[in-house]
């Protein structure tokens, strides 16, 4: 396309983006604006890829309003961007081709709770941490817990997990149902309250991990779990990685049902010393919770850790069970992001993830450890290590050229790696734009098929369009 045809097509982009707003100004009011910093608020996540603001930022108050911008997209032919809570980490709510961001954190209302079924309907702007005061009291929890403050919506949005993952699983396993308003506006609930069904396509487990690209879910059906009568957390130092990933494979391979086992290395270690106050020792660490009925239960299988621990040089295995220490040592692990960044301020985090099988992990570990040692910024580790999934933070400048090419050099090597062992190129992070070559290497084929589900629910291509995959 020559210089004219770009002037063009950009000006008629201006056009429909400016015939979108007036419709959504006259039709919803307040709930649509201009403003240039809520504009630049909606252009980044976390992660280091570059701003994208959206053209206006959308604020729907219930799933109707959801529909009109919806229904004002498909006339006008506008993109859209779902927005949570702006934690997510391969740029997932970058507006790549500008359009409407739409901000769900006003639909904040927790529908229904019913604790005789153990399952909560919420909007999709609910938190992850108010969802867990309005359970206060119930005997009840949602374990899934990413380390933000994650809206649900989002988190069904990009299949969230995190620390808990390991006894209490994903959101796949723990969404029973979704309310999802489709690219041409179209109303469609996906699922039911019941444990398991066999009536027709799985839309449910279609739409999370969908990262907005076939429909913005407005409300989330939640299976519930007891709140463990006994918690108690521990601590425990290894000399060499390979020790503390030995012990995370026999503890997972014996079956003891831990509820956390988290790896950090002695970077993260370091960083979150310095920004939470900690004397953690300089080591491999591993940070454990159990959960139990009862406290003997919970002290056997902490037992049994700790012994296992031991025949792998583990030491220094120390015991956090009043609830102001656990919450000390989950604090201090859930700022390991913001922890890494202050080691060098005014840096931006590379964060990427993988996941592979977990006789595979401390080979995958080790190999991208050594690999890290050249890098030529500060590299963070931390894994979920009782799933076979972890991270690394490569803490860099994102202005400078040699930098962001050593990490995407580093990263693109880590994913080659996973996939070499069965593994994943994200276990938990999602595709986003960051991404996407990935997914060809690890699907192949397969991508194709997802193409063709993008195709069938949006063929204009308007739903976060440039994530995930593209048309």
Not at 134 to 158: C, E, H, S, Y
Not at 188 to 196: S, Y
Not at 423 to 430: D, L
Not at 453 to 468: E, H, S, T, Y
Request: hydrophobic share 40%; net charge negative; proline share 4%.
């Amino acid at each position: 396309m020559g210089v004219f045809g770009e002037a063009s097509e950009m000006s008629r982009h201006t056009n429909e983006i400016a015939a979108a707003i007036a419709h959504l100004k006259v039709a919803l009011g307040p709930v649509i604006t201009e403003n240039a910093t809520l504009r630049e608020n909606h252009s980044h996540g976390e992660s280091y890829h570059a701003p994208a603001a959206p053209d206006a930022v959308c604020f729907p108050r219930m799933t109707e309003d959801v529909v009109e911008i919806m229904r004002a997209s498909a006339t006008f032919g506008v993109p859209v961007i779902p927005f949570g809570a702006g934690s997510s980490l391969e740029g997932h709510v970058h507006a790549l081709r500008g359009g409407l961001s739409i901000d769900l954190t006003q639909m904040n209302k927790i529908l229904r709770l019913s604790q005789e079924d153990m399952d909560v309907t919420v909007e999709a702007g609910v938190t992850r941490l108010q969802l867990g005061k309005a359970l206060r009291n119930t005997g009840l929890m949602f374990p899934v817990d990413p380390g933000a403050d994650a809206t649900i919506g989002g988190m069904a949005a990009t299949r969230a997990s995190g620390t808990t993952t390991v006894r209490y699983g994903t959101m796949r396993e723990n969404v029973l149902a979704l309310k999802v308003v489709l690219p041409d506006g179209t109303v469609t609930t996906t699922g039911t309250r019941a444990r398991k069904s066999s009536a027709g396509y799985d839309l449910t487990r279609l739409f999370v991990g969908s990262e907005g690209t076939l429909g913005v879910i407005t409300e989330v059906t939640l299976r519930l779990h007891p709140v463990p009568e006994a918690v108690a957390a521990a601590v425990c130092t290894f000399d060499l990685l390979q020790g503390a990933v030995d012990t995370v494979i026999a503890v997972i391979q014996l079956g003891l049902r831990v509820a956390r086992i988290e790896l950090l290395d002695a970077q993260q270690l370091d960083a979150i010393n310095k920004y939470s106050k900690t004397n953690y020792p300089l080591a491999p660490t591993l940070f454990f919770e159990f959960h139990g009925d009862h406290d003997r239960h919970v002290a056997e299988q902490a037992e049994t850790v700790q012994s296992l621990a031991a025949e792998r040089g583990g030491h220094g295995f120390e015991w956090a069970t009043k609830l102001e220490e656990r919450d000390r040592l989950w604090h201090a692990r859930h700022n390991a992001l913001y922890a890494s960044l202050a080691l060098r301020p005014g840096s931006r985090a590379w964060t990427t993830d993988v996941c592979v099988p977990i006789s595979r992990l401390a080979e995958c570990i080790i190999a991208t450890a050594e690999d890290n040692k050249k890098a030529p910024f500060p590299v963070c580790m931390v894994g979920h290590a009782g799933d076979g999934n972890f991270h690394m933070l490569y803490v860099l400048d994102p202005n400078s050229a040699s930098e962001l090419e050593a990490a995407k050099r580093l990263n693109d090597r880590l994913v080659d790696r996973a996939l070499t062992m069965d593994g994943t190129c994200t276990g938990e992070h999602g595709v986003g734009s960051g991404k996407m070559a990935s997914l060809v290497k690890e699907h192949g084929t397969g991508v194709d098929v997802m193409r063709a589900i993008k195709r069938a629910l949006d063929p204009d291509n308007r739903m976060n369009p440039g994530k995930v995959v593209d048309l």
